[in-house]
């Protein structure tokens, strides 16, 4: 049973996909295939995270270039897997996440489903997080149900997906109901904003950037002040707060003064320090973190994890999963999960009043 996962997540970089085989109910990672967005997209998209000057129709126009992008994406990975559209069971699409307001009950992901499952003649399932918000959650995240298939253990063990914000799963024992998870906080999204800003690059490759800067202890300490971060899980976040406005409001007092590398050094540090804070916090007895997500590419934030935490940081590779590509390999199980008529909404992550299937499914 072959199922495609796809995913454009919160730094914006590009299209994943995933080809799942599901085989007595065990996820295998098939193969995978990136696409970039193009930059007029990526700066729609971005700009959509605010309110603006005819803002639906843009939506709808931007949703329809990103799903062109997601069939292409779904094209290449057949190709490559010498599969034809008839093969595949179905394709778990997200769509792409411009605001998220738990507190008002409000998520939005910009997506076209039907039009992906015409362009590309498979069934398509999307809408993973109306389902849960409706059951009282946050709809977020979405992926620790996942983890605790892949990673399940029999010591207290964490995973961490860093992507554009962070999010940790917490695993209690050998069994796949028990953990919870939530976000941390921002991943990679505050230091890929300085980095574009102040370097004009796109990401801090490796955090080689970062490396050559020394940390700002007052601008820590003022970041960490952050209320949200005070919350207790169950919680969620994206760039309706870390985002450019929130960031500017911080440095106006450094910008000028600091020296740019010092800022970002400073905002690698801040990740880290969330990162390691949620797990003393609520994974205390930890002998050792999973990461995946673009940020375990990181290698100065895994680093600075590594020195909080004092134990060892594994990239999800060591388990035969490109870090990158884990949360697209998500959602083919999130389509898989809504066939079965599994309960992927977990109120132990969400904060939901009941577990639910989510999804909707929209035909070939």
Known sequence: MFYIGLMSGTSLDGVDAVLAKFQAKQPEFCTAVSLPLSKNLREVLLNLNQSGHN???????AAKELVLCYSAAVKT???????????????GAHGQTVRHQPEQAITIQLNAPALLAEKTNIDVIADFRTRDMAAGGQGAPLVP?????????????????????ANITVLNKKNTTSFFGFDTGPGNVLMDLWCQQEQQLPFDRHGHWAATGRVNQALLKMLLDEPWLKLEPP???GRDLFNKRWLNEKLHRYTGVLQPEDIQATLLAYTAETVANAVFNWCPYVKEL???GGGAYNKQLLKAIKEKI?????????????????????????????????????????GANKPTVLGARYYA
């Open 55 to 61: 803002e639906l129709i843009r939506a709808a126009q």
């Open 77 to 91: 990975l057949l190709e490559k897997s010498n599969l034809k559209a008839k093969d595949i069971v179905a394709i």
């Open 145 to 165: 149900p996942f983890h605790a298939l892949l990673f399940s253990t029999t010591h207290p063990r964490p995973v961490l997906n860093i992507g554009g914000m």
């Open 235 to 237: 919680k969620s976040t």
């Open 290 to 292: 999973i990461v995946c």
């Open 310 to 350: 004092k134990q060892p940081v594994i990239s999800s590779s060591a388990f035969g999963i490109a870090p990158e590509y884990l949360e697209a390999f998500a959602f083919a199980w999130l389509a898989y999960a809504y066939d079965n008529k599994i309960c992927a909404g977990h109120p132990a992550v969400t």
